[in-house]
């Protein structure tokens, strides 16, 4: 009995030293269940914001169609309208919607482009030190000299963008940290043994950095990933609070949530339910960032 205890323990081990750190890390993230919920909801409201025009479609209500006499209907007082209207009689539920895709399309694209630049100046700027190293450097110790909100609601205020300009200027204020971060742990792998030994025997330097270092930064750019869409989502929706974010007619939740504070007191729905979505999006994301840095930890227990 001690003897089949052993050989299943051992075989157990086997398998377990068999999988790939990936493996092991979904295995993991598959058992937090708080972060499969997360992950599950942000899943269900990017789902319902990008088939906009078909739930609207069957609900039979857009979002850009007025109606004086429907004005500000509270949530679930009318038959026609699940989520009220607005002031100008839009259905509530159409453009929460649509606003959806403005606000997620702005803080995914921003993200992503903000970490494909920084992962890649960074494993650059890491590997090859040296006069490339120090330029970068300048470059993100003089905009970070600068007040980043500062400068946005600046350029926000001047040129009034929408939402494709929007993420360039986002991404163009964003791409610092994610940078340094992955560069510092670029200078701690370029000098172990197994990229000494694969410069040895002739492997180019666009092999060593694609083959042998991006795969060992993967777990920290996805980690950073994540948090970088909550935080983008939170800078669209302050400047277009402030009303320097994208401009109606285009809705965003952020500017929804600006043009309903007149009404907070007549229709509160107007302001709590894009708030409402805001900080479920927010926090699921800074769930999922959790659960997987969690989950590539190399140190965790399995």
């Known amino acids: 009995m001690q003897a089949d205890d052993l050989k299943l323990r051992l075989d157990a081990e086997a398998a377990l030293r068999s999988k790939s750190l990936t493996d092991l890390a979904l295995a993991r993230l598959w058992r937090d269940r708080l972060s499969m919920i997360a992950i599950v909801i942000l899943l269900l409201l990017t789902l319902a914001s990008i088939a906009a025009p078909l739930l609207t479609g069957l609900l039979d209500v857009d979002p850009n169609t007025t109606d004086a006499s429907a004005s500000k209907y509270l949530p679930l007082f009318s038959d026609d309208h699940i989520f009220g209207t607005d002031n100008l009689g839009r ?27 920084g992962v890649t100046l960074g494993i650059v700027t890491g590997y090859f030190g040296g006069i490339i190293d120090d330029l970068v450097n300048w470059i993100i110790t003089t905009l970070n000299s600068i007040p980043g909100l500062v400068l946005l609601i600046v350029i926000s205020a001047v040129f009034k963008p929408d939402a494709n300009s929007l993420i360039l200027v986002i991404v163009f204020l ?32 666009f092999r060593i950095m694609r083959v042998h270092i991006l795969p060992n930064v993967f777990s920290l750019t996805i980690v950073t990933l994540a948090r970088n869409i909550g935080i983008v989502m939170l ?6 609070f402030l009303g320097l974010g994208v ?25 709590i339910l894009p708030g409402l979505l805001i900080t479920i999006v927010v926090l699921c994301l800074y769930i999922i960032g959790d659960g997987l840095r969690d989950a590539f930890d190399p140190t965790a227990q399995d």
Do not use: C
């Open 247 to 271: 401009q109606p007619p285009t809705a965003t939740w952020g500017n929804m949530l600006s043009k309903s504070r007149e009404f907070i007191t007549k229709a509160p729905h107007l302001m």
């Open 174 to 205: 964003t791409w610092t940290a994610t940078t340094r971060l992955v560069r510092g742990e670029t200078l701690s792998i370029r000098s172990r043994e197994y990229i000494v030994s694969a410069r040895a025997i002739g492997a180019s330097h």
């Open 91 to 117: 259905d509530h539920l159409a453009r929460l919607l649509y606003a959806g895709q403005v606000s997620l399309f702005i803080g995914f694209m921003s993200a992503f482009l903000a970490l494909l630049i």
């Open 235 to 240: 800078i669209e929706a302050s400047l277009s």
